[in-house]
């Protein structure tokens, strides 16, 4: 299963895939603690599909959509992001004060 492949699935069928990979891994680790797992190296590659759907799903929840170099031409790559979603960021960082740290010893005089 390629990211390419997932990312065209609507949300429920990567849902569904996502259960059926958890499903999956389930069995192969209960017939790997059973001794009747033959290639253990189908655990990671399950392990592998079920985090490539979830950056998928991750991907969609932050509305990164990826550009695919074949539709796209190569002048319209660059994408613009906003001016003042960063700059916001920034300022509310620095307006907030930081809390004064006291040594142990004071703190042992306090008491």
């Known amino acids: 299963m390629k990211v390419d492949e997932l ?10 895939r996502m259960r059926t990979a ?3 891994l389930y069995e192969l680790r209960f017939k790997h ?3 009747q797992l033959e290639n253990s ?6 392990r592998h599909d079920i985090a490539r759907i979830m ?12 550009v695919v170099e074949a539709e796209v031409p190569q002048q319209a790559v660059a994408v613009a992001e906003p001016e003042d ?3 916001q960021a920034v ?21």
């Open 41 to 46: 190296s189908q655990i990671s590659k399950v």
């Open 91 to 111: 300022e509310e960082a620095e307006e907030t004060p930081k809390p004064k740290r006291r040594s142990r010893a004071k703190k042992e005089d306090a008491k």
């Open 33 to 35: 603690a059973v001794g």
């Open 55 to 66: 950056t998928v799903l991750r991907e969609r929840d932050f509305g990164i959509v990826p």
């Open 85 to 87: 979603s960063e700059p």
């Open 22 to 24: 958890r499903r999956e």
């Open 7 to 16: 990312r065209v699935l609507e949300a429920d069928e990567l849902g569904m």
